[in-house]
Nanobody, 122 residues
C-alpha cells in the first residue's frame, strides 16, 4: 500500500520560508515522478511543482516560479518543497502526490498524501 506523509507546514509571516517534506512508502520511490499541489478554501486544487523520477526535470507554476524549489532524495524516499518569499496568497493545504510522469494535471497522479496546512500572515 502506497503511503505519502507530508510534514513541515505551519504559520509564517509574509516574506518568510518553510520547507515541506513528503515521505513515501509502499513502492519503488525512484521509479515515479512526484508533485506538489495546493488547495485554498473555496478554490480548486492547483498545481505547484513536479519533479521527474531522476530529479532531472522540474516544473513549476508561474505563481511560485523563482520562489519555490522542488527536490527529491531517492535514498530517503522523500520529496521536498522549499518555499521562500512566502506571500499571503500561498496560504493553502499542500498535498504531495506521485505518478508516472511529472505533469501539471492532478488526474495523472495516482496517490495523494493527507495534506499539510501552510498559513502566511500579512
Amino acid at each position: 500500500q502506497v503511503q505519502l506523509v507530508e510534514s513541515g507546514g505551519g504559520l509564517v509571516q509574509a516574506g518568510g520560508s518553510l520547507r515541506l517534506s513528503c515521505a513515501a512508502s509502499g513502492r519503488t520511490f525512484s521509479n515515479y515522478a512526484m508533485g506538489w499541489f495546493r488547495q485554498a478554501p473555496g478554490k480548486e486544487r492547483e498545481f505547484v511543482a513536479a519533479i521527474s523520477w531522476s530529479g532531472g526535470r522540474r516544473y513549476y507554476s508561474d505563481s511560485v516560479k523563482g520562489r519555490f524549489t522542488i527536490s527529491r532524495d531517492n535514498a530517503k524516499n522523500t520529496v521536498y518543497l522549499q518555499m521562500n518569499s512566502l506571500k499571503p496568497e500561498d496560504t493553502a493545504v499542500y498535498y504531495c502526490t506521485t505518478g508516472g510522469v511529472a505533469v501539471t494535471a492532478p488526474s495523472e497522479y495516482d496517490y495523494w498524501g493527507q495534506g499539510t496546512q501552510v498559513t502566511v500572515s500579512s
